[in-house]
């Protein structure tokens, strides 16, 4: 049995990893152009300016592009699982797993984030992203509490309590 | 490769290349997935998701069946068309893989949404070659040459994750520079060689390369156009569904297949009317593309 992939945390994406280790997923965000983005990187995909900073995203997106993965890459991962692309509420795309039956999933799924630990890194434990299907969030509530300012991933999963909140790791 | 060679030679800095594909497979227990991932993805943001060559391209397939409404039967012929010109080509691995219909293929083991495992490439070893050299020289060396008519590449994308649409591919950048070079249109092309690690990239590259309108490709494969004695044969060798897929040397099974149609070489494949033949191979999961258009007149 191989361990499953940890991320390689750096310089540059360091401060991604300690965002999850604090609960909160975080974007690249560019102050110039007002781009997002998640891949850490030196300089700002739209406009190429060198002053980017970072914000926490409200966690919430829906599921563009899915596949249920029956042979994996390694051992180290139970089949079956969802591999997805993931369109934040920000409008950034991210790679991720979904939490959820894999029956289940669809182009357009509601989901949000959970940070689950993603393996032994010394000197600590890395965090990364995932998403899990929302449950109970009525899409009212989206309306009602718009994504920016960004609300903390904790405090929307507090305030909307679901099912399914087994694997959400709180830091 | 045929295009960095044809330059040498146009520039005098050659007379002849020959240029040589061989490639291997690592299998999945000697740690292939892993490599695969690492090679195409990111990785801290991509990679430890679990991401290898199928599901990445069960991604951009979700893409284009929910654009287009492609059900998993009509994608299931493409393999179809694949293995029935693989039964005329001995060099083929599924040249004694027998018939199969849709129903062998929905039928076989899942890998990763939508494919099946009929609907993935045969990894193989495997490698091929092709002599690129001046016309007169090639009018001496072969009774019908191959002649390069027009050439494009584009390579737009690095990651799955990377904004923008997967199925609107670099395809659609060199093609069209291929066709400006050759100065033809997708309606002069006899035969086509279209990459295809997977059953659903063929009908992305009939789109992208301008053979079929955008939504169509599904119902022009689903027709018979791409099998043998159709309108636009494709993968006339088998294919990287039913010739094999030979790893980095995949392109130039391609190419060579596509040579020996336009040199009347390709014996129980061969189709008499491939004047101009068009082929197309990516790298990636369709990130890097490339797009040569060869014919028998110069």
Redesign the interface.
Known sequence: MTDKPVPEITEMNGIYFEGCAKGELRLRRCPTCDARFRFASEWCPQCWSLELGWEKACGLGKATHYSVVHMAPSDAFETPYVLALIELDEGVRMMSNVKCDPEEVRIGLPVKVMIRKAGRCFPADVRTAEVTRLTRLHPSLFQRHPCRPPQSVLDVIRAYPTRDRVGFVAS | MVNRAASAIRTGRANAVLCIGAGKFTK?SK?G??M??RFL????????????I??????????FI?DHGVSAVEMARVAVSARKWALLNPSARMHHGGAIGVGDVLSS??????FHDLDCSLPSDGGGAVLVTRAELGRKWAPQPAYILGYGEAHLRG?????GK?TETGAKVSGAEAFRSASLTPKDIDVAQLYDAFSITPLVLLENLGFCEPGSAARFVQSGATDPGGQLPVNTYGGLLSFGHTGDASGMSLVTAGALQVMRCAGPTQVDSAERLLMHGYGGIMYDHATLILGREP
């Open positions: 999945l740690g997935g892993e695969m991932a993805g990111d990785p801290s943001l991509e990679v430890p998701y679990g991401i290898w199928p599901p990445l391209y069960g991604l951009l397939a979700s893409e929910a083991r899942m890998v990763t949404s939508p990651r799955v994750s990377d904004p997967l």
